[in-house]
Structures are given as C-alpha cells and as structure tokens.
C-alpha cells in the first residue's frame, strides 16, 4: 500500500465521520424537538393527538354533542319561511370557531321539498339557535324541518375567565300590534369591555302551551364595551296566537371578540 493511497485513504475515513456526526446531528435534532400542539402526535401532556392536556383544541372524546332541542319553519308571507334550530352546547369551557350545516324541508306526505345550507359558530355553555330567513320554497308548505351539522366539531377551550367577563344583557322587551303590524323592541348591553364585532340576535315567540309560533332576527355591527342599543324586530303579518313568553338571544362568536 501506498504512502499516496494510504493518505486518500485517511482523507475518505476524515470525510466519512463529518457525514455521519451531521446525519446524527440532523436526525437527534429532530427526534428531540419538544412537543407541540401542531405535530400530528400525541405527546407532552396531550390527552389525544395535538388535543386535550395544554392544547387549545378539546378531544372530541371529552366533550358532549350538541344537543337538538327543538327545529321549525315559520311563515313569514305565503311561500316564504324563516326557520330556527334550537340547540343547547352541554359544554361549558369550549366552543367551535366554525362548523357547516344543513336545514331539510318535507310537505305534510314526507315528501322533499328543498333544503338551506350555511355555517355558524357554538358559543360555549348554553342553550343558543341557529337561524335562516326568507327561506323560498314555493307553494310547498314545510310541515317537517330537519337540521344537522355537515362536518366534524373542531372544538376549542376558552377560558372561564373570558366567558364569565362576556355579558350581554337585554331588557325593556315589548311587543306591540300584534294582531295587525307586530313590532317587537328591546335594550340589548354589552356589559363588558369587549368589542364585539358581530351580533345576531334572534327572537323567538312562545304561546300558552310554551310552543314556539314565530321568529325573527336582527344585526348588530361594533358593539363596544358598556354599549346599549335598542334593537327591533317586525313581521308583515299578524300574529294571531296568544304570546305569553317573548325569548331573545343574543349570539356572537367569542373568539372574534376583543379588548379595545
């Protein structure tokens, strides 16, 4: 062997140890990375994959499915509905940012009639409604309405401090003209110091025997902290039941809300 070979030799020995102390570099480098939320891993103090434990994401085994109460269809005008699904979160420290659903019509024979589609946010803890307006459908008349949510929940905690800090009060309900041009008005508070961007605010009415027989809905657009406004609803025709109780609901997404 010689003195030349035996120095190329020690060059590709020198060269083979640098590759190998990068290789075990690289790949301890990765293995040791500290667990994330993000990894597609269950790790750290995870109770499922990137979910539970310090994770923001709730399990979908840790929490309980939205409950149905109740969903119906209510002429507005001949041929036009609005429709509301009444539902209750049984969880108290998590909502969903966004979720898909689908409202279904059927005539008094079963019979499909149409169908509405959208999305919506689940505030936490709570009994809250889902609500379509001027839902056309022809001269079919909806007796059966079906809701269901089209996707898997993706389920986020929010912390009870924000949640308890949240309020929004609503007060001074009246309902006038019921049997000729119905108007119903109210005082609605934001009783903290979070802006909220977006508010729906939904009305229900219920008779003697507690059934819902009408709906309505309005907007609210920057809502700041400590803000009242006096909200209306209105319909085109006469109600004709007894109203004993007037329900309203106000709805905005608590992970839009924020400190100004």
């Known amino acids: ?57 709730a399990c979908l085994a840790q929490v309980d499915k939205i409950s149905t109460i109740w969903v119906r269809s209510f002429r507005v005008v001949p041929g036009r509905y609005n429709t509301v699904a009444y539902l209750e979160n049984h969880n108290k420290n998590t909502a969903i940012n966004k979720i898909n659903y689908r409202f279904r019509f059927a005539d008094a024979n079963n019979i499909y009639i149409g169908k509405r589609e959208g999305s919506t946010f689940v505030p936490p803890s709570g009994k809250f409604a889902i609500f379509e307006p001027g839902i056309d459908i022809g001269n079919s008349i909806p007796i059966y309405t079906t809701f269901e949510f089209t996707q898997t929940p ?35 508070k934001n009783n903290s110091f979070f802006l909220i961007p977006e508010m729906n605010v939904i009305t229900i009415l219920y008779d003697e025997n507690r059934n819902a027989v009408s709906a309505s809905s309005t907007y609210l657009s920057n809502m700041a902290g400590e803000e009242a406004r006096e909200i209306n609803f209105t319909w085109p025709e006469p109600i004709l039941d007894k109203i004993i109780a007037k329900e309203i609901i106000p709805l905005y997404n608590i992970f839009s809300v924020k400190l100004r």
């Open 154 to 188: 993706d389920w986020t905690t929010v912390s009870q401090e924000k949640i308890n800090q949240m309020q929004v009060l609503v007060s001074n309900i009246t309902l006038v003209d019921q049997d000729t041009s119905p108007k119903l008005s109210a005082t609605i």
């Open 1 to 57: 062997m010689t003195w030349a070979f035996k120095r190329q030799a020690f060059y590709v020995f020198i060269l083979i140890l640098f590759v190998c102390a990068l290789a075990f570099l690289i790949i301890s480098s990765s293995t040791n990375k500290p667990p994330t939320c993000f990894d597609n891993k269950q790790n750290g103090t995870e109770t499922g994959t990137d979910c539970g434990g310090s994770c923001a994401r």
